[in-house]
């Protein structure tokens, strides 16, 4: 099993500009999440999903657009990056729920 | 709402040293407690949990016990080595009207030098 994988693993935007930040997992896992990680600030929820067709916003939701159309996908979308997006972004997968995730090794964004 | 204060690093230690990092935490109902490890460029991963008062999670040699009534999970090792060099989380995971949700701390650094 890769477990969760992320991609791209650096990514540098201009402000205004659009990317896809993708997650996959193959294990066959219902929740799936992205968190932002800041200094200073822990990981912020940004959005989740319990199952293919179904998401929900974090803590976090603004500027950021999710969607599940199969199990083992969870694309994060910037719709026009900002510099308060520049952070670690970080997708991860469980059986059900938060608790106990399968974290992937993180996107770094910068927005200049 | 919930939050979980952990202390201010970065920690700097030498090999076999005693470590302790504390935690404490506010919530409504009756959470899990959870320690977080995040090596160098990796993600995060479940160190070990402790789902009721008095509980104590132990993995790897690290412990932590849960205090219902200092509201406290410390993460504790008796002698660290080189390889424990880390960031660690503390996080609590409170099911609040069927929607569980997992509440991290800020995270500290540590540093074992040889």
């Known amino acids: 099993n890769a477990g969760v994988t992320q991609t791209p693993k650096f990514q540098v935007l201009k402000t205004g500009q659009s990317m896809t930040l993708q997650c996959a997992q193959d294990m066959n896992h219902e929740y799936m999440s992205w968190y932002r990680q800041d200094p200073g600030m822990g990981l912020r929820l940004i959005h989740y999903?319990?199952?293919?067709?179904?998401?929900d916003q974090g803590e976090v939701p603004n500027g950021y657009n999710v969607s599940r159309s199969t199990t083992e996908d969870f694309p994060l979308r910037l719709l026009s990056a900002a510099p308060s997006q520049t952070s670690v972004y970080f997708c991860?997968?469980?059986?059900?729920?938060?608790?106990?995730?399968?974290f992937g090794p993180g996107t770094r964004l910068t927005v200049l | 709402g919930n939050s979980v204060t952990q202390m201010e690093g970065p920690v700097t230690l030498s090999e076999e040293a005693f470590l302790t990092i504390n935690c404490t935490y506010t919530?409504?109902?009756?959470?899990?407690l959870f320690w977080y490890v995040q090596y160098p460029g990796e993600g995060l991963q479940l160190l070990l949990k402790a789902t009721k008062a008095d509980d104590k999670g132990s993995n790897k040699g690290f412990e932590a016990t849960y205090r219902k009534e200092t509201t406290s999970f410390h993460l504790e090792k008796g002698s660290v080595q080189v390889s424990d060099s880390a960031v660690y989380f503390c996080a609590l995971s409170d099911r609040g009207f069927g929607n569980e949700k997992l509440t991290f701390g800020t995270g500290t650094r540590l540093t074992i030098i040889p």
């Open positions: 999903s319990v199952g293919a067709g179904i998401t």
């Open positions: 991860a997968s469980s059986i059900r729920g938060p608790v106990e995730q399968f």
């Open positions: 919530a409504t109902g009756y959470p899990s």
